[in-house]
């Protein structure tokens, strides 16, 4: 039995495809149509990620040591420090 699964286009009441149907000549066949919208086209997988058992992150993660080092700091005196405000400019009527 051979089956085919194939993208194709429906325009005036007439369905167009690239695919050959030779080897179905002659032979009755069942066809249902779906919206390309609602189904992945064939060949490309469903879900784009690997599957479960290829996942690697659960076996390589493991806690990396933080280390850290308190500092004495001396404040220095910089005179009054102003804020920098920058306001949105009005935008054109358009």
């Known amino acids: 039995m051979s089956v085919k699964t ?21 032979q009755q066949v069942v066809v249902t149509l779906v919206p390309a919208s609602d189904q992945a086209p064939p060949g490309e997988p469903s879900e ?14 493991f806690q990396m040591p933080f280390h ?4 004495q700091a001396d404040p220095i005196d910089a005179g009054t420090i102003r804020p920098t405000v920058i306001l949105p400019e009005d935008l054109p009527d358009e």
């Open 68 to 71: 850290w080092e308190s500092m």
């Open 48 to 61: 784009p990620c690997a599957p479960e058992w290829m996942m690697i992150e659960h076996d390589v993660v």
């Open 6 to 26: 194939f993208s194709a286009l429906v325009s005036n009441g007439q369905l167009h495809f690239q695919e050959s149907l030779v080897d179905l000549e002659g």
